[in-house]
Structures are given as C-alpha cells and as structure tokens.
C-alpha cells in the first residue's frame, strides 16, 4: 500500500466503544454535518482517518492508536446509520458517514501527556506516522512550528491549540503552558499581525479576557522567533514559568 506523506489526515475522538467496533467491524465512522462544516474546512474532505481514545478506553485512553483509510463519504441521516434505534427528534440528522478500510495499528501509540479530551486534528499522515505525542500532531504556520521546535528542544512542556472559553467568547491559544502558580499562552504572530494597528484592540481584549481567567500572554513576532535561535523568546518564557513557579506536573488537563 502507498502512503503519500502529505495525504490529509482527519484524527477524530472515538466517544465509545462501540465507535471504534463500528469502525473495526463495519468499516465506517460519523461525523455530524453542521459540526464539520463549522470546524473541518481547512483539510476537508481527509484521505486518512485517526481514532483519538478518550477516558471510557482505560489503560488506552487519550492515545491514538489506530487508523484507517477513507475509501468513500456520503450523507445520511442518522436513522439510517442506526436502523435499530426507535426514531426520537435526532432520527433526521444529518451525517458524513466516512467509509473506511480496515483500521492499522501504529508502530507507537500516540499519548496525550496531559490526558486531554481532543475531537479533532486535522494534519498529516507525516506527522500522524512520526508524532511522538499529541502535540507533534498539529500543524501550525512556519513560526507556530518552529516555536514548537525550539520548546521541544528545551524540554519546556506546551500544549498545542488549547480552547478556552470566556464568557460567549472561544480562544485556542498557540501554546499553553501550566505552571504551579499560573499558565502562560504563548502567541506566534506573523510579522503583518504583529505590527497592524488594528489588530491591537481584539489582541488587548484577548488578553484581558485570558488575565481574568489565570493566563499571562507572551506574544512573539516571527523576527524575534528567527533571530538567533529564538534565544530572546525561550529567555523570556523560561523566566516567566520559574517566576510562575515551574511546571505543573500535574497529568490531568485543568478546566
């Protein structure tokens, strides 16, 4: 079988266990219409589908393990999918219903070292075949990715695209640091972002809605992540997470 390395893959939660016999067994997983219109237009349609394993898998949770190819995806309401069911006000919606292959098993299970709850991730088979954790898996601009280097590199501990909520408000910060007396959101802004006047009242808002909430923001511009080696930027986060105390080691995701 050819794998194309750039091929777009769609990682998706498995909510149950019998979500992943449907897919095992009957070759097919489903994803809500109005949910991936809304969330997947970046890589839609994906050739490949992942199976992210939250908390009911137990000694398997919040790993990727298995994947698949998608051979075909069609619509079908949700009666459809599930015939057996009484029909109830949810019968008539509507689903992507991705047919699959049979599912392959990663050489290494792909960990969450937070034990995140994560729906989905698009990025690609690439990454998805050399991901050592969760966060390889994402797939940033040139600067979101070298920042992502440069922290791995000093083993500074992040987590990639993390939502939070203020208010009505959703925000997914870059990088994410929790530290034992605060967080830290780490933002990569292109030169253009960086430097645009009107950009400044959304980021001033942004970052006092996250104050509110426990977050100290450090933002970066693409020069400093170039300039040598991004030593000012890892300087700066390294002495805001000693001034915050170090990491929290603590595994689980605070909410």
């Not at 994947?67 to 992507?96: G, H, M, T």
């Not at 006047?197 to 104050?211: C, F, G, I, Q, Y």
Request: proline share 3%.
């Amino acid at each position: 079988m050819v794998r194309h390395q750039a091929s777009k893959v769609l990682v998706a939660i498995l909510k149950n266990k019998e979500d992943l016999l449907i897919a095992r067994d009957l070759h097919w997983y489903r994803i809500p219409v109005d949910k991936a219109d809304k969330l997947l237009s970046k890589k839609w349609p994906p050739e490949w589908l992942a199976f992210y394993m939250p908390k009911i898998f137990g000694k398997e949770a919040f790993s990727v393990r298995h994947y698949a190819r998608v051979l075909r995806i069609e619509k079908a309401k949700r009666w459809q999918l599930f015939p057996q069911n009484p029909l109830n006000n949810d019968s008539d919606k509507e689903y992507y219903q991705l047919l699959i292959s049979d599912l392959y098993n990663l050489v290494q299970p792909i960990h969450s070292k937070r034990l995140r709850r994560i729906v989905f991730i698009q990025t690609s088979l690439k990454k998805l075949l050399s991901a050592e954790e969760i966060n390889d898996l994402y797939e940033g601009s040139k600067i979101e990715e070298k920042m992502w280097n440069e922290l791995k590199i000093r083993n500074i501990s992040a987590e990639r695209q993390v939502l939070i909520s203020s208010g009505e408000k959703n925000y997914f910060l870059d990088f994410a640091i929790y530290c034992k007396k605060g967080r830290i959101d780490v933002e990569t802004d292109g030169d253009f972002w960086h430097n645009n006047p009107k950009t400044a009242v959304k980021d001033n808002e942004r970052n006092n809605d996250l104050a509110s909430l426990g977050w100290q923001v450090l933002r970066f511009s693409s020069g400093q992540i170039d300039k040598d080696g991004a030593r000012y930027c890892m300087n700066k986060i390294i002495q805001t997470i000693n001034a915050l105390s170090g990491f929290d080691r603590c595994q689980r995701e605070k909410k």
